[in-house]
């Protein structure tokens, strides 16, 4: 019978001639640059959409803070108000959020006159939304005010302002917009600066 064994020579050969090219791409670094780019690249264009969307979301944060305190700041320096009065603490805050125009169309803010009795419990005695409806009934309790601020026989003016805001690099075309869409909101609680309060005539 024919031995059709390779001689190990050839076989040694063989094997080397397999693993050869294995070896020069395993010992190859052209190119590494690039492939290390493509590995840092999405993490680096993540990281600078969080910067960017964080600067943008803290900048609006800032308006609605200063919004909701200017309208209780100017609210609470009348001894009486009105309806009418009181929309233009809209036109108020929109001014503050320029140049995010957007974000302002869709403001939602309601005033809440507030009555804290003897006993300190504040009610409600009053409020208005930019709709021109009573948010909240009269004689309500008042939940969430600064426990410092419940001194009995006083008034309070609440000023509740919230806008949403979208996030405009978060995967855009790939989810909903109501995925992309968050609220911020504030709520400020101002003493009245004229008199014992601050009423409103046709508010209820």
Same mark, same amino acid.
Not at 60 to 78: E, H, N, P, Y
Not at 91 to 98: G, H, L, M, P, Y
Not at 166 to 185: H, K
């Given at each position: =019978?024919?031995?059709?064994? +390779?001689?190990?020579?050839? *076989? @040694?050969?063989?094997?080397?001639?397999?693993? #050869?090219?294995?070896?020069?791409?395993?010992?190859?670094?052209?190119?590494?640059?690039?492939?290390?780019?493509?590995?840092?690249?999405?993490?680096?264009?993540?990281?600078?959409?969080?910067?960017?969307?964080? /600067?943008?979301?803290?900048? $609006?944060?800032?308006? $609605?803070?200063?919004?909701?305190?200017?309208?209780?700041?100017?609210?609470? +320096?009348? @001894?009486?108000?009105?309806?009418?009065? #009181?929309?233009?603490?809209?036109?108020?805050?929109?001014?503050?959020?320029?140049?995010?125009?957007?974000?302002?169309?869709?403001?939602?803010?309601?005033?809440?006159?507030?009555?804290?009795?003897? /006993?300190?419990?504040?009610?409600?005695?009053? @409020?208005?939304? +930019?709709?021109?409806?009573?948010?909240?009934?009269?004689?309500?309790?008042?939940?969430?005010?600064?426990?410092? =601020?419940?001194?009995?026989? /006083?008034?309070?003016? *609440?000023?509740?302002?919230?806008?949403?805001?979208?996030?405009? =690099?978060?995967?855009?075309?790939?989810?909903? @917009?109501?995925?992309?869409?968050? /609220?911020?909101?504030?709520?400020?609680?101002?003493?009245?600066?004229?008199?014992?309060?601050?009423?409103?005539?046709?508010?209820?």
């Amino acid at each position: =019978m024919r031995d059709t064994r +390779q001689p190990f020579c050839c *076989r @040694s050969k063989l094997r080397r001639g397999i693993f #050869l090219p294995l070896r020069r791409l395993l010992i190859d670094r052209r190119g590494i640059g690039g492939v290390e780019f493509a590995i840092l690249a999405p993490i680096l264009i993540a990281l600078y959409i969080t910067c960017f969307e964080l /600067t943008i979301g803290f900048s $609006v944060s800032k308006r $609605v803070t200063r919004a909701a305190g200017t309208v209780a700041d100017l609210v609470t +320096q009348q @001894s009486e108000v009105n309806k009418t009065y #009181l929309a233009t603490m809209v036109d108020v805050s929109k001014a503050i959020f320029v140049p995010y125009n957007s974000s302002a169309a869709s403001i939602s803010l309601k005033l809440t006159g507030i009555q804290v009795d003897s /006993t300190g419990t504040p009610k409600v005695v009053w @409020s208005w939304d +930019q709709s021109n409806a009573a948010p909240y009934a009269v004689g309500t309790t008042v939940t969430g005010v600064p426990t410092e =601020m419940k001194t009995a026989d /006083t008034f309070l003016v *609440r000023s509740e302002l919230s806008v949403p805001h979208e996030l405009l =690099m978060f995967l855009p075309g790939v989810v909903s @917009s109501e995925t992309r869409s968050i /609220t911020i909101g504030r709520t400020y609680f101002y003493r009245q600066r004229v008199g014992d309060s601050v009423l409103c005539k046709d508010c209820s």
